[in-house]
């Protein structure tokens, strides 16, 4: 039995109406382009099969894993790539999808590691962001919803690797 109580912050008509309007953006911004979308995994997962089905652009899909919280809440503030994409990047159009921004560090180590593979342009699309747990400097190009400072799960984000099959974004209480 679950000890947390989970109340409902976004939908999964509100966040799958956003994400159809994050693909509509990339789809005119990419327009006659491939982009090369990198999954972050495990959060992402669930975001990145939705917008990506929605894409009319053409698509090359990839993944990528970074160090994750570990079982709690609290960042360590260390990020390591623990799997690497496959796909030659040199010259493409790369769209790093996120599931959530806090501190920002994740995205930061993302952006140098893509921007070091000399592409075309490298864009983050994140489902959500915390800005107010911002300590580096991590803009989002593509951002679903802005969240307060609470722990949101569900729709592929975690507690403790559970509720990341919710199919709405929920907060713990
Ligand atoms: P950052 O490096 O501090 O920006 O952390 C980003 C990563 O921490 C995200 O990719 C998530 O996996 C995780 N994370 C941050 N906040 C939350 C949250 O509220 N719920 C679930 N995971 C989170
Ligand atoms: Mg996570």
């Known amino acids: 039995m679950a000890l947390e109580t989970i109340s409902v ?10 994400i159809a309007e ?12 491939t982009v090369h979308v990198i999954c972050t995994l495990k959060g992402a997962m669930h975001f ?5 089905q929605q894409l009319t652009v053409e698509v090359v899909e990839d993944i990528i894993q970074v160090t994750s919280y570990g079982a ?16 030659f990047m040199t010259g493409e159009n790369i769209i790093v999808v996120e599931d959530i921004v806090d501190s920002g560090r994740t995205i930061c180590v993302l952006r140098e590691y893509f921007q070091r593979r000399s592409p075309k342009t490298v864009r983050i699309c ?16 593509y951002c679903g919803f802005e969240v307060d400072d609470v722990f949101v799960v569900g729709y592929g984000l975690d507690y403790d690797q559970k509720y990341r099959n919710l199919p709405y974004i929920g907060f713990l209480k």
């Open 72 to 87: 709690g809440t609290v960042s360590s503030g260390d990020v390591k790539i623990l799997i690497e994409p496959e796909c």
């Open 22 to 33: 994050l693909a509509q953006q990339i789809n005119r911004d990419f327009a006659g382009e």
């Open 126 to 141: 994140a489902l959500l962001d915390k800005p107010s747990r911002r300590v580096v400097d991590a803009p989002i190009d």
């Open 48 to 52: 990145f099969t939705s917008l990506t």
């Open 9 to 18: 912050l976004f939908s999964q008509e509100q966040v799958e109406k956003r």
